[in-house]
């Protein structure tokens, strides 16, 4: 079973450009999630999507941050314009469902460097 | 507001020795406790888990220890083997959403 897939990998940007992220679910997976790593803290959730509908986007920074997940398969994650503090590790995670418990299975990443 | 702490950073052992890594919560409305491993470069992957309203659950070489009065939890890892270096992730699932620890980064030294 094919894992979740992320690109780009890596990522250099000078602040206030744009920079887009793709990623691609566990086929199946109704649920996915953009988690925003920042060096020496654990992941922090942007958003979730259930199938091509937004569940929480209480965390994402909207002025600059968006997302979307067309036909409820893959999703993009925007950052425009990127700031120095956006310098992260970009994970995405997909699970079957939403709710109690359900493990959620996540891709290697995008690093991104604003400089 | 951190909701899941994990205070020490790093933590070095000897191969075949016990590894203990430790997290504490605040919440006490989360309904499992979860360790996830990350290797350099890679994503998370779950390791184990346990419901809030067991206090033990065991899986082969690791363990996850439960202490509801206390808001604590803690990962046994015996013995230890120089593949398990690695960060370990604590989080806590609410309404199906995961809150993460900063990570404790195991070092397993041959």
């Known amino acids: 079973e094919a894992g979740v897939a992320q690109s780009p990998r890596y990522k250099i940007i000078e602040k206030r450009q744009s920079v887009a992220f793709w990623c691609n679910p566990i086929?199946?997976?109704?649920?996915l999630y953009w988690y925003q790593q920042i060096l020496g803290q654990g992941p922090k959730l942007l958003i979730q999507?259930?199938?091509?509908?937004?569940?929480?986007d209480s965390q994402l920074p909207k002025d600059r941050f968006s997302a979307e997940r067309l036909k409820g398969v893959d999703s993009t994650l925007k950052i425009q314009p990127a700031k120095l503090e956006d310098s992260a590790v970009y994970l995405c995670?997909?699970?079957?469902?939403?709710?109690?418990?359900?493990?959620?299975?996540f891709g290697p990443g995008t690093r991104l460097t604003v400089l | 507001d951190q909701q899941v702490k994990q205070n020490s950073p790093s933590l070095s052992v000897q191969e075949g020795r016990i590894s203990i890594l430790n997290c504490d919560y605040t919440?006490?409305?989360?309904?499992?406790f979860l360790w996830y491993k990350k290797y350099p470069a890679e994503g998370p992957t779950f390791l184990i888990s346990?419901?809030?309203?067991?206090d033990k659950n065991e899986d082969g070489r690791f363990t996850v220890f439960l202490n509801k009065s206390a808001k604590h939890l803690s990962l046994h890892i015996v013995p230890s083997q120089p593949g398990d270096s690695a960060v370990y992730f604590c989080?806590?699932?609410?309404?199906?959403?995961?809150?993460f620890g900063s990570g404790t980064q195991l070092t397993v030294l041959p």
């Open positions: 086929s199946g997976h109704a649920t």
């Open positions: 999507f259930q199938n091509n509908g937004v569940v929480d």
């Open positions: 989080a806590a699932i609410k309404w199906g959403q995961l809150t």
């Open positions: 346990i419901s809030s309203i067991k």
């Open positions: 995670a997909s699970s079957e469902l939403a709710g109690f418990y359900n493990e959620q299975f």
């Open positions: 919440n006490s409305m989360f309904d499992y």
